[in-house]
């Protein structure tokens, strides 16, 4: 399979899953990086002295599980980084 099929993830054993868990996890995977992105970007400008930009806002609770289902497929497939959430100080 190519690499930018999706995420590392399918690559390394999940292919068994249906369409359906497959999409969730792609959406979350993604989710998660725009997010985390996002949230870095606005803590890097915030810490050189641009302290009106805010962290992102979810826009509903299920986009906020699809984060989360990100942020566990991101710990999973590379047990030894670190995905905490860029979160305000």
Do not use: D
Not at 12 to 24: A, E, M, V
Not at 28 to 36: C, F
Not at 44 to 55: H, K, V, W
Request: proline fraction near 3%.
């Amino acid at each position: 399979m190519s690499e930018c099929f999706g995420p590392p993830f399918i690559r390394n054993g999940l292919l068994s899953i249906n369409q359906s868990q497959l999409y969730i996890f792609k959406q979350g995977w993604s989710n998660y990086n725009r997010i985390q992105s996002y949230n870095s970007n606005v803590s890097t400008l915030r810490s050189s002295g641009t302290t009106n930009l805010m962290y992102y806002t979810y826009v509903s609770y299920a986009e906020r599980e699809s984060f989360r289902t990100g942020q566990y497929l991101h710990q999973q497939q590379y047990p030894n980084q670190n995905w905490n959430s860029v979160q305000e100080n």
